[in-house]
């Protein structure tokens, strides 16, 4: 908040008027993280949430002297964010990943042209959305709800529902709160959450499965396998390790491919760039990830991974690395090996 931030310390006697400015910012600062997930959740986009969020703290600082505390500041907050985030949906497209467009695209077709980046969904890192402490039960729970598909199906929703739906299912609040947030009544706000819950249900792509655990040993051994396999590009290795239906996808691209088979001769043929791959590893969207460098340094892709039952099940690597990289804190060019900690990070 660096804007609003400065603002308040501008006019010094003293000192005093820039002591007096720093609680306030303190505490709208202390609940950036939770609006950016919460954001992140609404409009698919980390780009999009930051400048919602952002949004978010500059109209609350102008507010601040007139909030009387008639709510806790939490929910102020997080109706001020609502209402950003409804306003930047109004008129805007769905975003989506590749297999919400489309079915599976074979080897041979053509790669086409990216489409725009306002299509996607984007990947984010763990540390804008996710609590570095707290109860290991509600990390879980919110690890869950910022995994890709969860995203994506939270796209399909229109914007009150989802903002519904996030409110009540992932944040907990009462159906109350969110009347009162929402400007609603209760009856109002438990039909949004039936007829969103219904949505999520026939897509296929809701929170059902059981939340994500953090790295045990077995899977840290597998990230391990993964990371070597696909360095030293290594298709009998790459073999075990992937899942026989496993993905990959590549925005700004809308081709994807289903099958290991399928994704092992395409990184035989138009992936062949991919060969002496470098990979550092991230904590993205609640799952291991990793920074791709080719073979020269320069980057390559963002992947998000996907493991069930001791198998890599889904490759998602986004392209656009000239401003995903510095998201990620990843240098601009790769620097040499790098274990695989930060992946395992719980």
């Known amino acids: 908040m660096s804007g609003a931030g400065a603002a308040g310390r501008a006019p010094v006697a003293g000192g005093a008027p820039a002591v007096e400015a720093a609680e306030p910012v303190e505490r709208l600062e202390a609940h950036r ?3 950016t997930g919460y954001c992140y959740r609404m ?3 980390a780009f999009e949430a930051e400048d919602a969020v952002q949004e978010t703290m500059v109209r609350a600082w102008r507010s601040y002297e007139r909030f009387e ?3 806790s500041l ?6 001020i964010a609502t209402n950003v985030c409804l306003d930047l949906l109004k008129g805007s497209q769905r975003r989506a990943r590749p297999m919400d467009l489309a079915s599976p695209s074979s080897v041979d077709s053509p790669i086409g042209t990216g489409l725009p980046e306002a299509a996607w969904i984007g990947p984010i890192p763990d540390q804008r959305v996710l609590a570095s402490a707290g109860d290991p039960a509600e990390t879980a729970v919110a690890r869950e709800s910022i995994r890709l598909a969860f995203i994506s199906a939270l796209q399909r929703l229109a914007p009150r529902q989802r903002a519904v739906l996030i409110l009540r299912e992932v ?4 159906a109350s709160e969110v009347a009162e947030l929402l400007g609603s009544s209760v009856a109002s706000v438990n039909s949004a959450l039936q007829r969103a819950r219904a949505t999520l249900a026939a897509s296929g ?3 059902a499965e059981a939340p994500a655990q953090p790295l045990d040993d077995a899977q840290q051994a597998l990230l391990r396998r993964y990371v070597d396999a696909f360095e030293r590009f290594d298709m009998d290795a790459l073999t075990a390790v992937l899942h026989e239906d496993s993905t990959l996808s590549m925005p700004p691209y809308a081709l994807w491919l289903r ?3 399928d994704i092992l001769k395409w990184l035989l043929g138009p992936g062949g760039g991919c060969a002496g791959s470098h990979l550092v590893p991230v904590r993205a969207n609640g799952r291991a990830g990793f920074g791709q460098y080719r073979a020269d340094g320069k980057p390559w892709a963002l992947q998000v991974i996907e493991t069930a039952d001791g198998r890599v099940t889904a490759l998602q690597s986004f392209l656009d690395t000239e401003r995903l990289f510095p998201l990620f804190g990843l240098p601009p060019r790769y620097e040499g090996p790098t274990g695989i900690s930060s992946a395992s990070a719980s």
């Open 171 to 174: 944040l907990s609040w009462s």
């Open 205 to 207: 792509d809701g929170a």
């Open 33 to 35: 993280s939770e609006l």
């Open 43 to 45: 409009l698919g986009s």
């Open 74 to 79: 939490r929910s102020w907050l997080y109706r």
């Open 69 to 71: 505390g008639r709510a």
């Open 259 to 261: 099958g290991r088979a």
